[in-house]
């Protein structure tokens, strides 16, 4: 008998100590952690350097303008090629269109006496999440960004 008075005591001890519940437990709270809330985290945050890296390009493009503008603001087809080959210099995320902007027409310069107001250019953003594909892209995921200056 003192035998099994040993075996009740220590079902005894295992039963008040509750360690093996916890450690059963914390996978799948450790997969909860990581699939639920981090992930998308992750997710939101990478989506967060794209952006501010595209607006951080667009904008050191601004300033690239803002500091060698055309000579003749009344022709600048010249201007423009040069400010076009220099839209490149990020391959990420390269500068569409720069355009030169007058008064309130928002297609451009096509009236030689209205004087030049503002550049605009765009740039594109393509994200890639892991997990909240369908939050952050609805229909695609590429994004626009425009970005205008003001020069005069």
């Known amino acids: 008998m003192p035998c099994r008075e040993s075996d009740r005591s220590l079902k005894r ?10 450690a059963f437990e914390m996978p799948f709270i450790f997969a909860f952690l990581f699939l639920v809330i981090l992930l998308p ?12 890296s595209a607006y951080a390009a ?46 309130d027409n928002q297609t451009g310069c096509s009236d030689a006496s209205l004087s030049p107001k503002y550049y605009s250019f765009t740039t594109t953003v393509t994200l890639a999440p892991m997990v909240l ?4 892209c609805s229909n695609s995921c590429t994004y626009t960004l425009s970005y205008s200056e003001r020069f005069q």
């Open 13 to 22: 001890l295992l039963i008040a100590d509750r360690r093996g519940a916890v």
């Open 41 to 52: 985290l992750v997710d939101l945050a990478l989506a967060g350097f794209n952006y501010i």
């Open 58 to 103: 667009l904008r050191g493009f601004g300033q690239y303008l803002q500091y060698n503008q055309p000579t003749d603001v009344t022709s600048t087809s010249t201007w423009l090629t040069t400010v076009r080959s220099r839209a490149n210099a990020d391959p990420r995320y390269p500068i569409s269109d720069p355009t030169i902007i007058c008064g």
């Open 133 to 136: 594909g369908y939050a952050l």
